[in-house]
């Protein structure tokens, strides 16, 4: 009888549709999202001086510009949709690799789109209070999940759709973030008198503390520089498009970052700036001071329209570049096959980008649970621990909430994503590599030990323990989840 061999299909491939400055937009439209408008003030409270504030603000723009530099080797190299995913699976194997993209789905990415629907609903509700029957925070929810829903829905629909409008938008919030610069000198606002002190009243134990807690915040508002590397696959000369993108966009970040905050202090006295970090009315946040200062209340108004638009656009830039990551640990075999579906009308991974948009929006449910529903004061059978956590969530704003959250897992895998340079020099020295890492093997270094900094810094900090904490556990459960879910055996099970 003849045997009849089949042949596997073909690995589905994501078309090549996007351009060089769709990939620049892509790295400076998903950067600036909520972070410069609401950052500023949390600097200044841990750190009330000039001198600190700006070199908190260099230093991160240092440290997240070596992480580019390094991670635009890797994606010119292995141009693949999944970004770290592909490079932690080739220097590390499948279960680092698979860790990753389940941290990008439960903590990284969907709790970065959950943090930036909290920022676009806080700027809603100034322009659309809350009806009477229903209160702020559920308000706010609603418009968080609905811009998470909205953003799915573009980018389910095509991929250029979602690259059209991230580039748009981009040109968009460029332009007004420049426009808020320049504003003081337009309209003859601020005072030089305003940049003091430059060095603080005193040095001790309590300064590290605060510069610690200061860089989750200003690592908050650089976060995003790695969105392009996942879109590979789409980007057309990966090979000269993603290290230009990464190294043109960060140099665009760090100007406009540095302007932007030397702006807000020109303006408004140290006091001012601190004090505008309180999570009760966004009249208070630091953007809104400031125009509100410039501009009287119509500046409050329309910086809430400059950032419900920028953090539309970093949800977008979210929702285009994240689920690229689940395709293509779906195409390996480590997620059900429902994960490496392209629809076949829209050649998106659909499936992918729904189920990211699914638990971004279970986190924003869950964070205004948080707050909404008080701790138990009296002994339950919840630990100690536990309540104290909760009773310090229930005073934060779900912003807050999700901000710690995010950045503790993300610097993990970024960190770890950065150090696949260093194993794949060693171990696939024959890969063409069009761009090597500027100042290799100092840059990546540089990377690696300020990533060891922060994550000690975040597990010793009481402020910021208990989120930290959280992401860390939601990682460490993908190690069943990697057995439970995987459809391919590895080659080395296969043989046994």
Not at 86 to 109: D, I, K, M
Not at 235 to 249: K, Q, S, W, Y
Not at 462 to 467: C, D, G, N, V
Request: with cysteine; proline share 7%.
């Amino acid at each position: 009888m003849e045997t009849v061999t089949t042949t596997p299909p073909p690995p589905v491939v994501l078309p090549r549709v996007l351009g060089p400055v769709a990939a620049l937009c892509v790295v400076v439209g998903s950067v600036i999202g909520s972070g410069i408008f609401l950052v500023p003030a949390r600097v200044a409270h841990e750190l009330p001086f000039l001198s600190g504030i700006l070199g908190v603000w260099i230093v991160a723009g240092i440290f997240t510009t070596a992480g580019a530099l390094t991670l635009a080797e890797l994606g010119a190299m292995m141009p693949q949709a999944g970004g770290p995913y592909v490079y932690l699976r080739e220097a590390y194997g499948r279960l680092p690799a698979f860790l990753f993209g389940w941290s990008e789905l439960t903590v990284s990415r969907a709790g970065s789109m959950a943090t930036l629907a909290a920022a676009f609903s806080r700027y809603f509700a100034q322009i659309f209070p809350a009806p009477e029957a229903i209160g702020g925070p559920t308000w706010q929810a609603i418009a968080a999940v609905s811009a998470i829903a909205i953003v799915t829905a573009i980018n389910m629909l095509g991929t250029r759709g979602g690259g059209g409008l991230q580039v748009v938008g981009t040109g968009l919030k460029v332009g007004g973030v420049l426009a808020l610069i320049a504003l003081p000198f337009a309209v003859g606002g601020g005072s030089a008198a305003n940049l003091a002190p430059w060095l603080p009243e005193r040095a001790d134990s309590s300064l590290f503390s605060g510069v610690m807690i200061a860089m989750v915040g200003v690592l908050w508002a650089y976060d995003g520089w790695m969105n392009v590397t996942p879109l590979a696959e789409e980007i057309r000369d990966p090979g000269r498009n993603i290290p230009r993108a990464m190294v043109l966009g960060m140099s665009t970040l760090v100007a406009i970052y540095m302007a932007m905050t030397l702006a807000y202090h020109y303006v408004l006295p140290m006091g001012e700036v601190a004090a505008a970090n309180d999570p009760n009315g966004i009249e208070n946040a630091v953007a809104a001071v400031y125009c509100k200062s410039l501009l009287g209340l119509n500046g409050v108004l329309a910086i809430s329209a400059l950032v419900m638009c920028s953090t539309f656009i970093s949800l977008n830039g979210n929702a285009l570049t994240g689920p690229r990551s689940y395709f293509a640990m779906g195409r390996d075999g480590m997620l059900p096959a429902w994960f490496d579906r392209v629809h076949p009308r829209f050649q998106t991974p659909a499936n992918a980008i729904f189920s990211q948009a699914v638990w971004a929006i279970g986190l924003t449910v869950l964070g205004t649970v948080l707050i909404l529903v008080p701790p138990p004061k009296s002994q339950t059978w919840l630990p100690d621990f536990v309540t104290a956590a909760w009773t310090t969530l229930n005073k934060k704003h779900l912003y807050d909430i999700l901000l710690d959250y995010v950045i503790f897992g993300a610097t993990v895998f970024y960190m770890l994503a950065i150090t696949s340079v260093f194993v794949l020099r060693r171990t696939r020295p024959e890969l063409h590599r069009p761009y090597r890492t500027w100042g290799y093997p100092i840059t990546p270094l540089v990377f690696v030990a300020a990533s060891l900094l922060l994550l000690g810094s975040m597990l010793a900090n009481a402020e910021t323990r208990m989120q930290a904490i959280g992401g860390g556990v939601l990682i460490l459960l993908g190690v069943p989840a990697y057995y439970l879910l995987r459809r391919n055996p590895t080659p080395a099970e296969s043989a046994d």
